[in-house]
């Protein structure tokens, strides 16, 4: 089970490192909305997979708050979001 959890943790790791890359380097506003709503899911990701190996449960409402937190703003940014100048 520790070795499931260990691969999970780097994969993880990995899509957060590849994710700040098109975050920092996206060439539209969208690509950047894109990237942060995956780094949103991958820290959810990640805070579910140290629920499982801690065993503690009080962790669910952080996941649900941030998925809440992560909707909100994303819907907010891509109602009033400016289009980009070519």
Known sequence: ????LVIAGVMLSVAAVMT????LDGPST???????DT????AICGLAVWA???LDTT?????????LVGFVGSVS????RV????
């Open 52 to 54: 499982a190996y801690s």
């Open 39 to 42: 780094l949103v899911a991958v």
């Open 77 to 80: 940014v891509a109602r009033f």
């Open 20 to 23: 700040s890359y098109r975050l």
């Open 30 to 36: 969208l690509d950047r909305l894109v990237a942060m």
């Open 59 to 67: 962790l669910v409402p952080a996941i649900v708050a941030l998925s």
């Open 83 to 86: 289009r980009d100048d070519q």
């Open 1 to 4: 089970m520790t070795t499931v």
